[in-house]
Every structure is written in structure tokens, then in C-alpha cells.
């Protein structure tokens, strides 16, 4: 997609161009050059590329909107074409539209501009480490890669380009007794021997998946969740935990921590952060995003608030997700080292993954959810055994409140590995944590 931005600059000018009198217009484009490689049996079973653009034209007129999504081809008089007939489509739709009490239009002419020039690996280079490390393994996974672009304009004089460089690389290692160990690898920047570490460590764990399976009880359990496990219970707490709107209607779960009446622990500290991420520094209807200390010492400073929810409720916009859910949350790190981890634990359980949660009790931020893959069970500091697949069921404000011992010194970068639809730029940066008490439900 040669000049991507370039092209893009055109087809909102070319727009801004064909607009009538009393209306305006915003362009949201979103693109993507991808290349994608599926394993089985540690063996390629699949590759492609996927070019792909989508211009999401909306029209404003008379405290009015509509919008229409555009495939686009790429051939700049085609895409012009294109949306100018989306446009003749919209003005037959918006005026049969009821005003919207809380159309908010950022009518600022503001620009951000961030581009990644960062030179990901060719293919044939990561095949060639791949098959280094896992000839012979049952393997199974997929290797995404590629430049991602979004960009912003409107008839106000606002204007965002954002383009970064990133993979994915999402792969499981199966036992001959059908169990399996799930790891991944994602960044901006191929290291080798970062690759080869992740690799190794989740080599040793399907060893141990070879051991008798350990039956537990159910009961409390000392335990480490690796970075893994913690964005899953992150990520599901992250979609209306900081949502201004949720806030307001009752229907965050972390209702009580705004309140007062509950705390997470003092080494709890969370931001939604805009530098340097994966995620654009601005939103499909013109919004900036702001960083946003989301949790300090356990506290909870700040929320997630979009223009819509900021008019609504008298507060200042920071959000450029209509969600508002988290697009790129960093957890400040803690003082366990990674390789004390299992000296640390002690005797417990060692999550490596967590599947299927939802809310069990929300008002008291109760979580449940299933261990899955590399779970075992640990005594004095070595790994003694699998533990068969178990539910947990517990409140977060004592998961990462009383309970909460530490959190590992080092991070991992999470990115979403989600390609429904087109490769997504939610990302997490995350340390493991251990703690004192989760309970085990069966």
C-alpha cells in the first residue's frame, strides 16, 4: 500500500470538496498489509497476503449524523468515486434522522501524526528460527505481521495519521497426551533471543505436562498468574471497569472502588497510556486520546470518558473509544524477578492461562473463569505436576486488593491477536502477579 498516507490526505480533501452548504464531514480510515502463516505439526499449512482498506465516511448536518463504511481498492480515482457516492447516499439518509440531543463534534483543527518505520523481519527469516526451535514438536499457531495505518479528517481542519509496524506470533505445543502449553510473541521488534527464551520456557512446561496430572479440591490456593493470565482478568476488567458512562449508570464493577468503600492493593498502579502505542492517538469520530492515570497506589484517580458520555455528564473528554474501554493499559511493575518466581510461590498453583471469564457477581467485582493449558501445581519452589482444568470464582478487590503479594520487576507487551475482521491495535503491558489467596471453585 505505497504511500498510504499520501492517498488518504487526498480522498478526505477530494470529500471536503464535494460538500454542500450546512454540512460537514469526518473520514475514519483503516487499513492494513498483512501477512499471514498457519502451523500445524510445526509445518506451514497456509500463507497469504491481505491488502485491505475501509473508509468510514460520516455526514453532519443540522445536529444530524450518518455513516457509511467504503471498501476500498486502493486505485485513488476508484476510492474517490467511491465515497463521493457514499456521500449522495448519506444526504438521503440523514434528513429522515431525529436530531441527536448529544451530538458531540470535536471541532477542534487539531493533528497528531506518529509513524513506525521499525523493519519487521522478512518471513523467510522467521520460518527459518520457527522450524530452528520446533522441529520435531507438535505445534500448532499463527504468525501475523505487517504495517497497520489509521487515519482521521474532518471538515474542521482536524487531522490524525497513525502507522506501526508489529506481529503476532500465537502458537501451542501439544503433548502426546492431548494436553498443551500456549505461548506467544508480539512486539514491534524481532528478537531472536527473545523469541528463543519464550520458546525454551514453554518447551520445559510440555515437559512437565508428561507427569502425572495433580487432582485439587477446591478451596484457597496460593498462586501466580503469568502476564497471560493477568490480561485476561485485565481485559475483561478493562471493557466497563473505567467507563465513565458505566460509572454513572451503575454498572461498572469497580462501582465500589470510586466510592470509597473499596480499595485494590497499594502496589496497584494502572494507566491507560498514548505514546508509543499500537493504538492511535485519536478515535473513528475525531476524539484525541489522552493518557489517563486510571489507578494510582490502588486508588482510582481516573476514568474513561468520550466526548458523547463527557457532555452527558458534565465531564472533560479524555477517550477516543465510543466503549470506552482501555486501548493500550500499562501495570506498573513490582520487585519479584522473574526467575524467583517459583522460589516466591512457594507451594501453590502456577497459572500460565485463564479462558472463559465473565462476572459472577459485578457490583462486588466477582470474577469467574476456567484454568486452562499450562496450569501446575508447585511445592517448594519446583513444579510438581499438571493440574487438572479448575473454575475460579473471586473478587478482584481481593485478587488484586488484600491478596496481592507482588508483581514481577520484568513486563510483557500483550497485543490483541483478534483478526475478525481486520488486525486490531488494543495492546497491554503487563508483570505477572503473586497472590496469597485465590479461590478455587471446582
Known amino acids: 500500500m505505497a504511500d498510504a498516507e499520501s492517498r488518504f490526505t487526498a480522498l478526505a480533501e477530494s470529500l471536503g470538496a464535494s460538500l454542500q452548504a450546512g454540512e460537514d464531514f469526518s473520514l475514519w480510515y483503516s487499513a492494513e498489509e498483512s501477512e499471514f502463516i498457519r502451523f500445524n505439526k510445526a509445518q506451514v499449512r497456509q500463507a497469504g497476503h491481505v491488502t485491505q482498506a475501509i473508509g468510514r465516511v460520516r455526514l453532519i448536518r443540522d445536529d444530524r449524523s450518518a455513516e457509511i463504511a467504503v471498501t476500498l481498492s486502493g486505485d485513488l480515482e476508484s476510492d474517490r468515486q467511491r465515497l463521493a457516492e457514499g456521500l449522495v447516499q448519506l444526504r438521503l439518509v440523514i434528513g429522515q434522522l431525529p436530531p441527536d440531543p448529544y451530538l458531540q463534534l470535536e471541532r477542534g483543527a487539531w493533528h497528531r501524526r506518529a509513524t513506525d518505520e521499525t523493519a ?107 502476564p497471560a493470565a493477568l490480561d485476561e482478568v485485565l481485559g475483561m476488567l478493562s471493557w466497563t471497569g473505567f467507563s465513565a458512562r458505566a460509572l454513572a449508570n451503575k454498572e461498572s464493577p469497580l462501582q465500589r472502588l470510586q466510592d470509597g468503600s473499596a480499595r485494590f492493593s497499594p502496589l496497584l498502579n494502572l494507566d491507560e497510556q498514548v505514546a508509543g502505542a499500537l493504538a492511535p492517538a485519536f478515535g473513528p469520530e475525531g476524539a484525541p486520546r489522552s493518557d489517563v492515570a486510571l489507578i494510582r497506589n490502588g486508588k482510582m484517580p481516573g476514568q474513561l470518558v468520550y466526548p458523547r458520555s463527557a457532555r452527558e455528564y458534565g465531564l472533560e473528554a479524555n477517550c477516543a473509544d465510543a466503549n470506552e474501554a482501555t486501548q493500550s493499559l500499562v501495570m506498573g511493575a513490582g520487585n519479584l524477578p522473574q526467575d524467583r518466581v517459583l522460589e516466591r510461590l512457594g507451594t501453590g498453583l502456577y497459572i500460565g492461562n485463564l479462558w472463559y471469564l465473565n462476572w459472577s457477581d459485578l457490583p462486588a467485582a466477582r470474577m469467574t473463569g476456567m484454568t486452562r493449558f499450562a496450569t501446575f501445581w508447585v511445592e517448594d519452589g519446583q513444579i510438581q505436576a499438571p493440574v487438572d482444568t479448575m473454575r475460579f470464582d473471586d473478587s478482584l478487590f481481593s485478587l488484586l486488593g488484600e491478596q496481592l503479594e507482588d508483581l514481577t520487576l520484568e513486563r510483557q507487551l500483550r497485543l490483541s491477536s483478534s483478526t475478525y475482521g481486520e488486525r486490531q491495535t488494543w495492546s497491554a503491558l503487563l508483570p505477572g502477579a503473586l497472590v496469597n489467596r485465590l479461590k478455587l471453585t471446582l
Open 120 to 226: 519487521l523481519p522478512d518471513c523467510a527469516s522467521v520460518l527459518a528460527e520457527i522450524d530452528a526451535v520446533a522441529n520435531g514438536l507438535d505445534l500448532v499457531g499463527i504468525y501475523a505481521s505487517g504495517p497497520l495505518y489509521r487515519g482521521f479528517a474532518n471538515s474542521f481542519g482536524a487531522f490524525g495519521w497513525h502507522a506501526a509496524h508489529c506481529f503476532n506470533f500465537d502458537w501451542s505445543l501439544f503433548h502426546a497426551n492431548h494436553q498443551a502449553v500456549k505461548a506467544d510473541y508480539a512486539g514491534s521488534h524481532w528478537d531472536g533471543a527473545e523469541f528463543a527464551s519464550r520458546f525454551a520456557h514453554a518447551r520445559q512446561q510440555l515437559e512437565h505436562l508428561g507427569k502425572p496430572v495433580r487432582h485439587l479440591q477446591p478451596g484457597d490456593y496460593r498462586a501466580y498468574l503469568a
